[in-house]
C-alpha cells in the first residue's frame, strides 16, 4: 500500500509506503499527526464512500429470475485503481471533518492511495454476504474461492421485498467493494496520544450520555430528540479522537467479546498484563477497575491507577477483545508515560503482533523504542554468535524482526520536487529512513540530541582541566 499526500496541513507533499510495520519519526509540529489522522481517515472511511456503477439490469435480473452474475475479474479488477482513485477523490473532498477543522483549510488536500491487487488473490477471495430484516433474508451475494462468478440471488419471493432498489445496489456494489479491496486495506484501530484523558473522564462521559437519555424520555417531538441526540457527535474533536471517546464509553459492552488473539495466541495478553503490572475488569455493572498483580483483592478505577494503566487501557482491551489477524493497530506515542524499561517491553510485544499477522503503525519520540527495535532487527539473523546473544537475553523468535517487513520515515523539512516544479522546494515531508539487517533502523535526530547533552556534559565535567 502506497499513499501519497500533498497540501495536508503543514506537510506540503509527501509519501509513503506501509509495511507490516510502519514507523513515523520527527520533531514535534512536523506533519506525523496529519498523515496519521488522513491514513487513519481512509481506513476507517473508505467502505462508506462512493458506491460502485451497478447496472440496472441486475437488479431487474435478480428480482425477475431469482439470480444474477457478475464477472469481478472483467467487469472490476481492470479498473480497481480508477475506482481507488474516485474513492479518494470524496474522501480529500471530506478530510476537514476527518481532522474537525474548517473547509477552507483542506480545501486544496489530496489523498490518495495507490494498491497492487493480484488477480490470483480476487480469485482466492470467499464471500457470503446476506441483507433483510429480523425475520425475512431478501437477497446474498455469494463468491467462491477460484471462481470470478459473483452471484446474486433473491432469498423470498419478489413481492416480500420492501426496501428500495438503491438499497439494493449499495448492497451488492459494498459486497464488491469487500471483494476487491477488504484483504489490501486493513481494518484500523487507533490509539490517540489524547487517549489518557479518555481513561480518566469515562465515568463523566457515561454520565453526559444517561443526562441526555433522560432528557429525550422527557421531549415529546421527534424533532427535538433527533436535536438532542446529534449533541452527542463530538463534531469539535477529530476522528481519532471521537473514535477513542467511543471506545472508552463502550468498554463494558466491549468486554463482551473475545479477540482472535485470545483463542490463538494468549500469551501475548500476559505479556501485556506483566508490563501494565495487572489487569482491567469490568463489573456486570459496569464499572472499570484496575486489578494490580501483587494485589489481586485491591479494585483501582482509573483515576487511581498509574498513568500507565491509562494510556494504555484502549489497547488492552482491543487486544483483549477485538483484535484479529489483518488489522492495522496504530498508536500516536506507544512510549506515553512508560518507564523506559517498558518502552522496550512495548517495543518488543508490538514485533510480536507483527509477526502474529496484525500490522502495526506507530509514531513516536522514544529512542528506547526505536533502540529496541533496532535490536530485533539486528538479532533475526543466522550468526551463532547473534543466535547466543538472544538466548543469553532472553529474546524468542517470534518477536525478532524481518527488516524487509519495516518502513520507517522521519517527518522533516526536506528538499523535494514539487509537482509540476523543475527545482526542489524545501518544506515539510517524509522521508524515508534506511533499515539496515545489520544495524537496524537510521533515525539521525534522536543521535544528535544524546549527542548534544553527551558534548555539553562532557564539557561541564572536563572542561575545567587544562
Not at 438503491?166 to 490509539?191: G, T
Not at 450520555?209 to 449533541?231: A, M, S, T
Amino acid at each position: 500500500m502506497r499513499i501519497t499526500l500533498k497540501k495536508l496541513g503543514i506537510l506540503k507533499q509527501a509519501e509513503l509506503e506501509i509495511g507490516d510495520l510502519t514507523i513515523i519519526c520527527g520533531d514535534n509540529n512536523t506533519g506525523k499527526t496529519y498523515a496519521t489522522y488522513a491514513l487513519f481517515g481512509f481506513l476507517y472511511s473508505w467502505e462508506k464512500t462512493r458506491d460502485l456503477e451497478i447496472d440496472s439490469t441486475i437488479i431487474d435480473q435478480v428480482l425477475n429470475e431469482g439470480i444474477a452474475h457478475i464477472n469481478i475479474i472483467s467487469d472490476f479488477w481492470g479498473n480497481y485503481q480508477n475506482i481507488l482513485n474516485t474513492i479518494c477523490l470524496d474522501y480529500s473532498k471530506n478530510l476537514s471533518s476527518v481532522f474537525a477543522a474548517s473547509e477552507d483549510k483542506f480545501k486544496n488536500a489530496d489523498f490518495q492511495i495507490f494498491l497492487d491487487i493480484s488477480h490470483q488473490d480476487i480469485l482466492d477471495i470467499e464471500l457470503t454476504n446476506e441483507i433483510g430484516s429480523s425475520t425475512t433474508r431478501f437477497f446474498s451475494v455469494i463468491k467462491e474461492p477460484g471462481n470470478s462468478d459473483v452471484s446474486i440471488t433473491l432469498l423470498t419471493k419478489r413481492e416480500n421485498v420492501k426496501i428500495p432498489r438503491d438499497i439494493i445496489k449499495k448492497f451488492i456494489s459494498d459486497s464488491l467493494k469487500e471483494i476487491l479491496f477488504k484483504k489490501y486495506i486493513p481494518r484500523p484501530f487507533i490509539a490517540s496520544a489524547e487517549r489518557t484523558g479518555t481513561a480518566i473522564f469515562r465515568q463523566e462521559l457515561n454520565f453526559a450520555r444517561n443526562r441526555l437519555l433522560e432528557e429525550v424520555n422527557q421531549v415529546e417531538r421527534e424533532i427535538d430528540r433527533i436535536q438532542l441526540l446529534l449533541k452527542q457527535n463530538y463534531n469539535d474533536y477529530a476522528l481519532p479522537i471521537k473514535e477513542n471517546v467511543d471506545f472508552t464509553r463502550n468498554i463494558e459492552r466491549i468486554a463482551q467479546k473475545k479477540s482472535q488473539i485470545i483463542k490463538d495466541s494468549p500469551h501475548l495478553l500476559e505479556e501485556f498484563s506483566d508490563i501494565i503490572g495487572g489487569q482491567y475488569t469490568v463489573t456486570p455493572n459496569g464499572e472499570l477497575y484496575f486489578i494490580p498483580q501483587n494485589n489481586n483483592k485491591l479494585r483501582l478505577t482509573m483515576d487511581g491507577s498509574s498513568s500507565a494503566v491509562r494510556s494504555l487501557l484502549d489497547i488492552g482491551f482491543y487486544l483483549k477483545h477485538i483484535a484479529q489477524k489483518g488489522d492495522m493497530l496504530m498508536i500516536d506515542e506507544p512510549e506515553l508515560n512508560l518507564h523506559p524499561e517498558n518502552q522496550r517491553r512495548i517495543a518488543r510485544l508490538l514485533a510480536k503482533l507483527v509477526n502474529y499477522g496484525i500490522k502495526v503503525y506507530i509514531t513516536t519520540h522514544s529512542d528506547y523504542i526505536i533502540k529496541e527495535l533496532n535490536t530485533l532487527i539486528m538479532l533475526n539473523s543466522e550468526k551463532s554468535h547473534i543466535k547466543k546473544i538472544a538466548e543469553a537475553e532472553g529474546y524468542q523468535r517470534d518477536e525478532l524482526l524481518n527488516p524487509e517487513r519495516i518502513r520507517a520515515y522521519v517527518a522533516k523539512i526536506d528538499k523535494i520536487k514539487l509537482d509540476g516544479n523543475k527545482t526542489k522546494t524545501s518544506c515539510n515531508t517524509l522521508v524515508s529512513a534506511e533499515i539496515d539487517p545489520e544495524l537496524g533502523i537510521d533515525i539521525k535526530s534522536f543521535d544528535t540530541a544524546i549527542e548534544t547533552m553527551n558534548r555539553i556534559q562532557d564539557a561541564i565535567i572536563w572542561g575545567g582541566e587544562s
